[in-house]
């Protein structure tokens, strides 16, 4: 666990990183899992019952990543848009294949009723170095605004922007990892120059709503679907999950589209980021997974059951 007194191994503690620390940060990343045979490979087989479209591409040089995302087949203006997005921190893995598990176990249920927009991994080559940054060292999850410097964002914001209007329901799939406290948050500390405060890790699953426009049955709709398949997180002894109030069981709140995160880039009445934590030794892969489509599921029958009371 890295703290104030074990210094992140670049750059110096307090100092913002330069060109160089970036250039070496970006040398110490390693291709461990292969976007082409993990998701590129599932795309293509879903695009017997799915329209996919390439929306965009990343040129990393030498490495070139195109985009993918799936539709509805029988896309119908008449219907609620319903926004999926995966893997927007690529080392979330459930993230990823819990939208891709959906889209293959459960979106049949809702042919005719939702037109689905499905990115499922929002940032391959963070997904195969298993990583939360791009190769720039940027966070794509605080990269949702005019301008963004992270072009995983920026191409996610152009796909979405022709229905961004009609979108009923977002929901942004995502892990919290022991990671998070061990490398990525120390990493963060170490970018900007600040010192490293540990929030420690939630042992379970959570959301968060939007302090904006928080949905509080919307949320709880989810919470109630996902302790069918795995626990979720209790507060800590502040009264938080990640050192965030909790304001309801499992449910913490983000100003979503002030920050610059994926679930705050359209203005669906019904947003929401999950949070699946894959590090506890009561869960498995597979459950975290069916975790995420359950939290899928539960936001389009609760968006469809509400969509005449969504202001």
């Known amino acids: 666990m890295n703290t104030d007194s074990t210094p992140y191994p670049i750059g110096t503690p307090g100092t913002p990183w330069s060109e160089a620390e970036r250039a070496e940060w970006l040398s110490r990343q390693t291709r461990q899992r292969s976007y082409e045979a993990e998701v590129l490979s599932v795309i293509e087989r879903l695009g017997a019952r799915f329209d996919v479209e390439e929306y965009g591409g990343l040129d990393y040089g030498p490495d070139y990543y195109p985009l993918k995302a799936i539709r509805s087949r029988d896309w119908n203006s008449d219907l609620p848009v319903v926004l999926i997005t995966g893997g927007v921190h690529g080392y979330e893995t459930s993230g990823v ?37 791009n190769r720039n060292a940027i966070d794509p999850n605080r990269s949702f605004h005019e301008d963004s410097l992270a072009g995983e964002s920026a191409a996610l914001m152009r796909l979405v922007a022709p229905v961004r209007e009609h979108v009923l329901i977002h929901i942004d799939l995502h892990e919290t990892t022991d990671t998070d406290e061990s490398e990525f948050r120390p990493a963060l500390a170490a970018r900007d120059g600040k010192p490293f405060e540990p929030a420690g890790i939630p042992d379970g699953f959570y959301v968060v709503d939007d302090s904006e426009n928080p949905q509080p049955d919307f949320q709880q709709a989810l919470i109630k679907a996902v302790e069918q398949v795995t626990h979720i997180a209790p507060v800590d002894e502040k009264g938080e999950i990640f050192g965030s109030p909790v304001v309801a069981r499992g449910v913490i709140q983000y100003p979503l589209s002030q920050w610059g995160l ?11 980021t999950t949070e699946v934590y894959p590090d506890s030794p009561r869960v498995t892969p597979e459950q975290c997974n069916a975790a995420q489509a359950a939290a899928v599921c539960a936001a389009i029958d609760y968006g469809l059951a509400h969509q005449s009371t969504a202001g």
Do not use: Q
């Not at 049949?108 to 990583?131: F, K, Q, T």
């Not at 994926?262 to 929401?272: L, Q």
């Open 262 to 272: 994926c679930a705050g880039m359209t203005r669906a009445p019904y947003r929401t």
């Open 97 to 133: 294949h819990g939208a891709l598990e959906f889209l293959n176990k459960h979106a049949a249920d809702y042919a005719g009723r939702v037109n689905l927009l499905v990115a499922p991994c929002v940032s391959p080559w963070a997904y195969e170095r298993i990583h939360r940054w």
